[in-house]
């Protein structure tokens, strides 16, 4: 089988050493020796794929790592939090009760345009309204939509911020914006309402806290119009991939926005046959196999 270069595949022996780890937490964070011990596999049977990884997320901020599919779901979730301590410390910042990864089913149930619903899901980074940001986001494909729908959307935030105009980005500046509630979540800092969509960070390390419902709350809507013009400058940016089952997404989340193209046609479909997608989220650790490689490079 060929793969895009997005999409980097995971050899079944490194999986099958990944799949011996087991999901025990510390807190919201998976658990340090769990960490450890799977970072000892990627540099060892892993030392290809994390160099994959670093090549793809340099270049793109994205990348899906392809899992063999065949594993049993237990097992891909487990071989996905190895992979993810390839850049970070995987940690759940959305206590779904199920440990490391929240369960997305999709169900009619939910908000159609948030994670689980049946309807597009607008461009946006993870919990933009909070003081850290997680740093990645992942998602595992444990089951694609049976009716074609449900591909995901990657956009580049800073290529989008580049093209703005300078007024709009003075606007996009100021610490007026409101997106949601900061509630109970876990590793992500404390709540920041209103923020800037366009942090003054340190050049490299600026977040832009997009989300796509920032056009839609009303506590924006005096800067309405800057908001459309960079929504659709990200619009342009965009891509569209479908994650297969086993496949897991990784996305820097201070250089990509994720969302969702609609799901097909439910009416049909068994609760249980529905699309059926996890996520975690990783904080930056300089320790992480990834960023040491990276590291490695720049010095070179
Ligand atoms: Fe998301």
Known sequence: MTHPRYRVPVAPSLATVLAENDLAMDSHSWAASCVDTARASLRTAGAALVHSLADRLAVDGWVIAALPAELPEELLRRVAAGILA???????????????????????????NSFGGFAAQALHIDAPNVT?????????????????????????????????????????????????RAEQLHGVGEPLLPFPVIDNGLPGNTWIRWAGKL?????????????KRFAALLEGTAQRVRLRRGNLLIADQRRV??????????????????RLL???????????????????RSAA
């Open 257 to 274: 926005a994720h969302g969702r193209t609609a799901l097909g046609r439910q009416d049909d479909i068994a609760p249980s046959a529905r």
């Open 215 to 227: 056009l839609t709350d009303e506590r924006n809507i005096g800067y309405r119009p800057a908001l």
């Open 278 to 296: 996890c996520q975690a989220k990783a904080r930056f650790d300089a320790a992480a196999p990834v960023h040491q490689v990276l590291d490695l």
């Open 86 to 112: 390839a850049v970070g410390t995987p940690f759940f910042s959305i206590d779904g009760g199920h440990g490391l990864w929240l369960e997305g089913l999709s169900r009619p149930e939910r908000d159609p």
């Open 132 to 180: 850290a940001p997680p740093d990645y986001t992942s998602l595992l494909m444990l089951r694609p939509d049976p009716a074609g729908g449900g591909h995901s959307v990657l956009a580049d935030l800073r290529a989008a911020a580049v093209l703005l105009a300078d007024d709009d980005r003075d606007v996009l500046r100021q610490s007026v914006f409101f997106e949601g």
